[in-house]
C-alpha cells in the first residue's frame, strides 16, 4: 500500500492570501518555496508518494491544498471553501483525487474548508469557524452515513481553522491551542500550547512540528512521541500550517 501526499507548488501571488487573524507582513515567495521543497522532502523520507500539482501562479492560497477536500478511506468529499477567492482552487484538487476515490461534494449555502476537519478514529469534528457553517455538517453527515461515523460539530474561537488550534499527536493525546476549543469536547488527554504551535502534521511514524512547537519536544517525548521540526515560517505568514500543505490517503 502507498500513502499519497497530494501537494502544490507555491504560488506566485501568495502575498496576496486571505488573512483573518494575523497581520499582513512581506512574504519571501522563494524562501516559502524552498520551505515549501523542504516539507515535501520530508515527507518524501518517511515513505510518502509526494504529487505535487502545477502552482497556480494566480491562486493565491493555492498551496493550502487541505481546504479543498477530505479524504477519507471510503471516499473523498470536495468542499466548498468559505472563502470565495479559494474556491477556483477546487476544480484541480477534484481532478487530482478522482483516480483515487469516489467523490462527494460539498454544495451551497454549505461552506467548508478541510482545515475545520479533523478525523479521530470513527469522530469526525468539525470546526465551526468563520469558513465553516452548519449547512456544511449537515451535508458531511448525510454524505458519509453508511460509513460508521458520527459528525460532531465544534464551535471554535479565535483560530482560522479547526486544525489550526487541535493536532491529534497520538492515539489519545490531543494538543490544544489554549482557549480555542473545549477541550471536554475531544473525549482523550490533552495538552495546552501556544496558538502557533498547535498545527502540527503527524506522520504514521513522527510528528511534523513548527519551530514555535519546539520548546514542547520534551513534554512530547515524555508520552513516547517522535517529533520533527520543519520550518514553514513563510507560509505560516499566510496562515498557513503544516497541515494545510497536503493532502494525504492510503491507495491500493
Ligand atoms: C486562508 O486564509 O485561507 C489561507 N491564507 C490559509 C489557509 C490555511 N489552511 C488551513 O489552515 N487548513
Known amino acids: 500500500m502507498k500513502i499519497i501526499a497530494i501537494t502544490r507548488a507555491v504560488p506566485a501571488a501568495l502575498a496576496e492570501c486571505e488573512l483573518t487573524y494575523q497581520t499582513r507582513v512581506p512574504i519571501d515567495v522563494g524562501r516559502a518555496r524552498r520551505q515549501h521543497a523542504e516539507y515535501q522532502r520530508v515527507l518524501q523520507q518517511h515513505g510518502y ?37 479559494r474556491r477556483p482552487e477546487v ?38 469557524s468563520k469558513r465553516t457553517n452548519r449547512a456544511a455538517v449537515e451535508q458531511l453527515r448525510e454524505i458519509v452515513r453508511g460509513f460508521d461515523y458520527e459528525v460532531i460539530p465544534v464551535p471554535i474561537d479565535g483560530a482560522l481553522h479547526l486544525k489550526s488550534a487541535i493536532t491529534a499527536a497520538a492515539d489519545e493525546l490531543v494538543v490544544i491551542a489554549a482557549g480555542t476549543v473545549d477541550p471536554a469536547v475531544f473525549g482523550k488527554p490533552y495538552i495546552e500550547v501556544d496558538a502557533e504551535a498547535a498545527n502540527m502534521l503527524r506522520l504514521h511514524d513522527v510528528v511534523l512540528c513548527p519551530p514555535p512547537a519546539a520548546h514542547y519536544i520534551p513534554q512530547l517525548a515524555a508520552e513516547g512521541i517522535n517529533v520533527q521540526v520543519v520550518d514553514n515560517s513563510e507560509l505560516a505568514k499566510a496562515e498557513g500550517g503544516l497541515t494545510c500543505c497536503s493532502l494525504i490517503f492510503a491507495s491500493a
Request: hydrophobic letters at 50%; aromatic letters at 4%.
Open 91 to 128: 476544480p484541480t484538487i477534484r481532478a487530482a483525487l478522482a483516480p483515487f476515490r469516489v467523490l462527494h461534494e460539498i454544495r451551497e449555502p454549505a461552506t467548508l474548508d478541510g482545515g475545520d476537519v479533523l478525523i479521530l478514529g470513527r469522530s469526525i469534528f468539525v470546526g465551526l
Open 49 to 85: 508518494d509526494v504529487i505535487e500539482l502545477p502552482e497556480a501562479p494566480e491562486l493565491a492560497d493555492s498551496v493550502f491544498v487541505e481546504d479543498a477536500a477530505i479524504v477519507l478511506d471510503e471516499c473523498a468529499v470536495i468542499t466548498r471553501p468559505g472563502a470565495a477567492s
